[in-house]
């Protein structure tokens, strides 16, 4: 671990505050604090704060019966699996989907921690026993945790582009905001939405923080975490891939 966030006994720990803002500004700082303290309260109220936020938006703007529209809309497979159903059917699919879409929404904090604790301990595996490190699961849970804070600014940019910016004709929770190209090229095919779709700044932005925060709290190089991490994030761009592909 670089000498400059290595841990000093001496040095009093960071406050909750200072730990969200380190991460935007000086990673290293928030991540070497975790050896101190596994907390992880600090993201997961943001990420419930501002994930009902954007959810209330989009039902008063949007609505989740247009935002499950719009997502069929963008799936031609699942779109003509839909309208090929007896007319009770049909409606009764689009009924239970709008319904999905709506739960999905509010209670995507729930989400997060059910596919962040699988992740973690999956990661937590692979560092211990694949690198010889002495990680705790606590530990890469916390560091999952706040690597997760940029995705904060999706749901910032939700609620700009949907209630101020126009945006809710268009809007799908598959890809809400244009921070990756796939958003800009909605009659792509459906492979190829999976790949670039992969490919957005606030994704990759939380990849950097989770192998910044792996070589820190497992004492690993920067080029290791990179690997572990990289071999996962790998397999989420494959999984993006085919089920675009399927999907159309």
Do not use: C
């Amino acid at each position: 671990m670089p000498d400059e966030v290595a841990l000093d006994p001496t040095t009093p720990g960071l406050s909750e505050l200072e730990r969200i803002a380190d991460t935007f500004v000086a990673p290293s700082k928030t991540f070497a604090d975790i050896l101190r303290n596994a907390n992880w309260w600090g993201p997961l109220l943001l990420l419930i704060v501002f994930g009902a936020a954007s959810a209330f938006v989009v039902q008063k703007d949007v609505g989740f019966d247009r935002a499950y529209a719009n997502q069929l809309h963008s799936s031609p497979t699942q779109e003509d699996r839909i309208n090929n159903l007896a007319p009770d059917q049909k409606e009764r699919a689009i009924s239970l989907g709008t319904k999905i879409t709506m739960g999905i929404a509010y209670g995507s904090p729930i989400v997060v921690l059910i596919v962040l604790a699988l992740y973690s301990l999956v990661l937590w595996a692979a560092f211990n026993f694949g690198l010889g490190a002495q990680t705790t699961f606590p530990q890469v849970f916390a560091v999952s945790m706040y690597g997760a804070l940029p995705y904060l600014l999706l749901n910032i940019l939700i609620i700009v582009t949907v209630h101020f910016g126009g945006n809710a004709e268009a809007f799908t929770y598959q890809n809400p905001v244009g921070t990756n190209i796939a958003y800009f090229m909605p009659d792509s095919p459906g492979w190829l939405r999976g790949l670039l779709s992969a490919l957005d700044i606030v994704k990759l932005w939380s990849v950097v923080l989770q192998i910044i925060g792996m070589a820190i709290i497992a004492k690993k190089s920067i080029s290791q975490s990179a690997v572990i991490v990289g071999i996962f994030w790998f397999l989420g761009v494959l999984v993006a891939v085919v089920g675009g592909a399927f999907s159309g």
